[in-house]
């Protein structure tokens, strides 16, 4: 059995390092503290008693577990990222321990009135009775992702002290920078060495994905006049104004809020605006790619009419592709999604198989020649203060990483 409270220790020292990303800066990591973490990870892989312990100049671990048998077995990865997204602070993390969830309100912080209740998060009453692992209200927890890391090196450890589970060689990679959609860029996909992976960094227990969104980001830059005030009449032009007729020139229920499974949307997440010049700065999601390529053309069609509409150029866009749907390279090889699922029916885990609202390294590492479907790895309510995890569903991840490994194993002999 994997332990309880030594799954819980090992994660909360994870999440209390601040591994933040940066994407404004064009380092790899992004950010210096993200190295705190990358050599704890190694050393820990090391003392747990992985081989082949690297950690590159980008800050990408990976390591090896041998096979423990004769007979030839294809080689497998895991793979989770260190880092915790910009969208929220992951400074000063200070993790609350529900011993036993009664399923009613859970105050994380009494001063500013923070409550996290299943009467607007409802997949907490799924958990009741369980171990539940939540923030103090001012931080994200940051079990997107490091409650994926938590999970593969338990299981790399469970099965070094337990060499009666029989499996091939496995490889396990960790990678900065995936918030911000850099998490494969430097990915040696080569060095790694496996035939495929499962990254574990999907949310409610069960889920198991092959489909993520086709992605996008789009800057859009407005330009205005400054005028004093007093003197502005037909002088004056307000970017934030012409930015606000953008804005509502996008379908406004095609949106994050307003959308759900293969729906996708155009999400507005940072404005900066003066007189003088605002800037949007958009996401991009669509699971088809003649949507997806549409909704591209839709932003730029806007600018043009916008830009006509005042005779000159006040609008100027970048639009740069981010990743693409994984499904196209992993439906050839369907096999390994059937593994996971089989390794989550035999631990009496219901498998929920459904598209990804987002995207994961796997859906880049699968255009890069290493297939990579996705894995619950427990976490809800990622990138905020409401963020939660319950121990148990860390452990059912762990318990099928080694259920896969060992079910890849016996079919080589198959």
């Given at each position: ?115 996290l209740s299943p009467d607007y998060f409802e997949d ?10 939540t923030t103090d209200g001012t931080t994200l927890l ?120 293969y729906q996708g949307f155009f999400h507005l997440h ?145």
């Amino acid at each position: 059995m994997i332990s309880k409270d030594d799954i819980t220790k090992r994660f909360i020292s994870y999440v209390t390092v601040d591994t933040e990303s940066d994407p404004e800066s064009d380092t790899t990591p992004s950010t210096l503290k993200q190295w705190d973490l990358a050599n704890i990870l190694v050393a820990e892989l090391k003392l747990i008693g992985m081989s082949d312990v690297s950690i590159d100049d980008n800050a990408y671990i990976m390591a090896t577990l041998p096979s423990n048998v004769n007979h030839k077995v294809p080689t497998i990865g895991f793979v989770s990222h260190f880092d915790t997204t910009p969208d929220f602070t992951g400074a000063n993390v200070n993790p609350q321990v529900i011993e036993n969830y009664d399923g009613k309100d859970i105050v994380l912080n009494a001063a500013e009135n923070i409550i996290l209740s299943p009467d607007y998060f409802e997949d907490l009453l799924l958990y009741k009775g369980q171990t539940l692992i939540t923030t103090d209200g001012t931080t994200l927890l940051g079990a997107d992702d490091k409650a994926g890391i938590t999970e593969i090196i338990s299981a790399m450890e469970y099965l070094i002290n337990h060499p009666e589970i029989k499996h091939g060689n496995i490889k396990v990679g960790f990678t900065p920078d995936e918030e911000i959609g850099r998490g494969a860029h430097k990915f040696d996909v080569k060095k790694f060495g496996a035939d495929w992976a499962y990254t574990m960094d999907g949310s409610q227990i069960g889920e198991l994905e092959y489909e993520n969104f086709n992605a996008a980001g789009a800057k859009v830059v407005v330009k205005g006049k400054i005028v004093h005030p007093g003197y502005a009449k037909g002088k004056m032009i307000n970017s934030m104004h012409i930015a606000t007729e953008f804005i509502n020139s996008l379908p406004r229920m095609e949106t994050p809020e307003h959308t759900e499974g293969y729906q996708g949307f155009f999400h507005l997440h940072n404005i900066e605006g003066k007189v003088e010049e605002t800037v949007l700065h958009y996401i991009i999601r669509d699971h088809d790619m003649d949507h997806f390529k549409a909704r591209k053309e839709v932003i730029k069609k806007l600018t043009n009419a916008i830009n006509e509409q005042y005779e000159r150029e006040v609008i100027t866009i970048e639009i740069k592709d981010q990743y693409f749907n994984m499904k196209e390279k992993v439906v050839p090889v369907m096999h390994i999604v059937d593994i996971a699922e089989e390794a989550m029916k035999a631990l009496d885990i219901k498998p929920l198989i459904k598209p990804i609202r987002g995207g994961t390294d796997g859906s880049q590492l699968s255009f890069m020649g290493l297939p990579c479907p996705n894995i619950f790895a427990g976490g809800h309510n990622f990138h905020g203060r409401y963020e939660y995890v319950p121990v148990e569903s860390m452990i059912k991840a762990t318990e099928v990483i080694c259920k896969i490994a060992e079910l890849t194993a016996n079919k080589a002999i198959e």
